[in-house]
């Protein structure tokens, strides 16, 4: 474990007790994320990226192993906030405008009234909402709600960023920009992300390190380093290097799922 | 104003069904009188005869409606609107009990079912009394509440008040246990990742997911503190309130003060019930839920 490693799991294990029986979530899980990665998670349903992704969080318990984020427990982690979380889900609050569910955190966080103003109005120029400050959710599609959602986890100062398939329900087009977006903010706020993930393009253009896992029980086959570029204009996606990665990890899908994808 | 044909049409249904009633229920006592003097009843006179009894079995609607008008419109016109007489100082007996009795078993139910939602011995221990409070007949221990608190020296609205507030607070507990339990796993979840506290969690996630909950629950609440409030001035022997009006009534015969009584508690308790839903409506759409 280097000196800028932001997460660190040893051997983590989480089984859990079923009425079927114990599912073995994760097993013995090792990883290091260092201080300005962007790490994805690809694999089959079920592989457990959620759960992983839920154990940095402290949102779920280890059975096994340990997993320390910043140098500290997750526990104590969460406890400083350091990080922010997207949920698959936006869960924006139905009664909250989009400025209103924007500034929750930071209420409760306990920014004050001007600095709450200008977080928000920063954040919401970030994710291209800006001027939907004042509608409520349902005024909003599913992929404005789901970009409220990501500017409501970049709204404070948390320098881990914590994403469970963001851009699962968007199409493609959303999606292609968000991705670019995504990437120009990681540059510049030099935020480490976790990022889960179904898709091998966004995956591969999107990270410094991919992180391939496969079920039963949930653990990691492979962890690819991408020699792309820092600065990847959407184009990239269609160079020899992109297409090697992609294949390298479709192998690795492939051969932890023991058949076709 | 789109439904107002349906609605008229009900009201029409329910005055014929009523008419006719009175003259079934009635025409036996008709037949009585007139067999006594010895004369023939052709069937208008019968008819004529069931509507316009002193104490008919079931009154005529225009009977009960006239009785209303003359103890509430009239003797405000004649400047005695708040006389012992009067059905609005009646009403407004009963609706100070309702409101106290409301107002205290809103906050007991509400208290009840935060400690419900937040303490797990609470959890464990408090609802099978809630439920069994309410398998007791009200009218069993109605007196006993009323005789109980008079022994200690407590009378006058507060026992009254007690029992409306037995009665209200049960649809509060159940209504908010829900509510307050009604946000998703993941929005919880969500509060924990921003190491939200448990006060900062109840305040603004638990609380304002319970709001449609909450005032389902009052509107139900507000109903039965109605009755409980009527409930409690049978036993008392109370002199003033409708539940006084009706046992009056029922002691003397006078089925058409039973009526009139009747038929103000159930606007009193409509009128409530719909400012409750005043309220939500405006509570609801400043949240954006409506
Ligand atoms: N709370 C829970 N109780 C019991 N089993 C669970 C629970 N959460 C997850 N699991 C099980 O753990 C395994 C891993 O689940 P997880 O949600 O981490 O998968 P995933 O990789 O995120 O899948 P997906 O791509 O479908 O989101 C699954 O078999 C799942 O059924
Ligand atoms: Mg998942």
């Known amino acids: ?261 | 104003m789109r439904n107002l044909l349906p609605v008229l049409t009900i009201v029409t249904a329910i005055l014929v069904i009523w008419y006719a009633a009175a003259v079934a229920l009635n025409a036996q006592w008709v037949r009585d009188q007139a067999t006594r003097a010895g004369h023939e009843l052709s069937l208008p006179a019968l008819v004529e005869a069931t509507w316009s009894q002193d104490k008919p079995k079931l009154p005529a609607p225009h009977q009960v409606a006239v009785e209303i008008w003359q103890t509430t419109g009239a003797m405000v016109l004649a400047g005695r609107g708040f006389s012992k007489r009067s059905l609005f100082y009646h009403s407004w007996i009963t609706f100070s009990s309702t409101a106290l009795g409301f107002l205290l078993g809103t906050a007991l139910g509400v208290a009840l079912a935060i400690g419900i939602v937040y303490n797990r011995t609470m959890d464990m221990s408090v609802m099978p009394w809630v439920i069994a409070s309410q398998t007791i007949p009200i009218l069993a221990i109605a007196p006993m509440i009323i005789v109980v608190l008079n022994a200690v020296g407590i009378s006058g609205l507060l026992p009254k008040a007690m029992i409306s507030m037995y009665l209200s607070f049960f649809p509060v507990v159940v209504g908010m246990v829900k509510g307050l339990r009604s946000p998703a796993t993941m929005q919880l979840d969500q509060m924990r990742t921003w190491n939200a506290s448990p006060a900062q969690t109840f305040w603004k996630l638990r609380l304002p997911s319970s709001m449609p909950y909450l005032f389902t629950s009052l509107k139900i609440g507000m109903a039965a503190s109605v009755v409980g409030a009527i409930v409690g001035e049978l036993p008392t022997g109370a002199v003033a309130g409708l539940g006084a009006r009706l046992l009056a009534g029922s002691y003397y015969g006078q089925t058409i003060q039973i009526w009139s009584a009747l038929i103000m508690a159930a606007t009193l308790a409509a009128v409530l019930v719909g400012l409750i839903g005043l309220v939500q409506r405006m509570t609801l759409r400043r949240m954006g839920m409506a």
């Open chain 1, 1 to 261: 474990m280097s000196s800028n490693t932001v997460i660190s799991a040893q051997d983590l294990s989480l089984t859990f007790q079923t009425g079927d029986g114990p599912v073995h979530a994760l097993k013995d899980v090792s990883l290091d994320v260092g201080k300005g990665d962007f790490v994805s998670f690809i694999g089959p349903s079920g592989c457990g990226k959620t759960t992983f992704l839920r154990c940095m969080a402290d949102l779920e318990h280890p059975t096994g192993g340990s997993i320390t984020v910043n140098g500290v427990s997750a526990e104590e982690a969460r406890r400083n906030r350091a990080y922010g979380y997207v949920f698959q889900a936006a869960g924006l609050y139905p009664w909250r405008t989009i400025g209103g569910n924007i500034r929750l955190p930071l209420e409760i966080m306990g920014y004050d009234k001007a600095e709450q103003a200008r977080r928000v109005s920063e954040v919401l120029e970030l994710v291209d909402l800006a001027g939907f400050e004042k509608k409520f959710p349902w005024q909003l599609s599913g992929g404005m709600q789901q970009r409220a959602s990501i500017a409501r986890a970049l709204a404070f100062d948390a320098d881990i960023l914590l994403m469970d398939e963001p851009f699962g329900a968007l199409d493609e087009i959303v999606r292609d920009h968000l991705n670019e977006q995504l990437l120009q903010l990681w540059d510049r706020t030099d935020k480490t992300i976790c990022f889960v993930t179904h898709s091998i393009p966004e995956a591969v253009y999107l990270s410094t390190r991919i992180v391939v896992m496969s079920p039963r029980p949930g653990r990691i086959t492979d962890v690819i380093e991408s020699p792309l570029p820092k600065e990847r204009p959407l184009d990239i996606r269609e160079t020899p290097e992109f297409l090697e990665i992609a294949h390298r990890v479709r192998d690795g899908l492939r051969a932890g799922h023991g058949d076709e994808v």
